[in-house]
Each structure stands twice: as C-alpha cells, then as structure tokens.
C-alpha cells in the first residue's frame, strides 16, 4: 500500500488509527522480505526492526527519479 492511500483510508475512517500501530508492527517483516526480493539484496541486509516511526514512513517524501535518458553522475 502506497503512502497516499494510507492517508485516505486514514482520513476516511478515523477510529482506525487506534489499530494502526500493531498492522504498522505486523507489516514490516513482509515489507522486509518483499524488498529483498524485489532488490535482489538479501534479507539480512534489511534492518530486522523498523527503523522508522509510522508517522515518519507515511511523511516520508522520496526524491524525484532523474528524467528519463538523462544519467546520474555517480559518486567515485
């Protein structure tokens, strides 16, 4: 589930914040084993507890995917 429907099933249905810190809890370790798989890093490699608070995972903004045929300078 993407961070944008999070928040609109929040906003539509209230009482159900109560819950969402055990079904955020609940959701880690398959979020954990699906990032392994979709990575192709292993799973150990992924922090074992969630590192990010449910308010911090759902305020997270990721960054803008560079425009598409332009290349990123990488690092050396």
Same mark, same amino acid.
Request: aromatic share 6%; proline share 14%.
């Given at each position: @589930?993407?961070?944008?429907?999070?928040? /609109?099933? +929040? %906003?539509? #249905?209230?009482? @159900?914040?109560? #819950?969402?810190? /055990? +079904?955020?809890?609940? /959701?880690?370790?398959?979020?954990?084993?699906?990032?392994?798989?979709?990575?192709?890093? !292993? *799973?150990? &490699?992924? !922090? *074992? +507890?969630?590192?990010?608070? @449910?308010? *911090? /995972?759902?305020?997270?903004?990721? !960054?803008?995917? !560079?425009? &598409?045929? &332009? %290349?990123?300078?990488? %690092?050396?």
């Amino acid at each position: @589930m993407q961070q944008d429907e999070a928040q /609109a099933l +929040i %906003k539509q #249905h209230p009482d @159900m914040r109560q #819950h969402l810190p /055990a +079904i955020y809890a609940d /959701a880690y370790p398959r979020a954990r084993r699906l990032a392994a798989v979709d990575t192709g890093v !292993p *799973e150990n &490699r992924f !922090p *074992e +507890i969630n590192p990010w608070t @449910m308010d *911090e /995972a759902l305020a997270y903004l990721p !960054p803008d995917p !560079p425009p &598409r045929g &332009r %290349k990123v300078a990488r %690092k050396r």
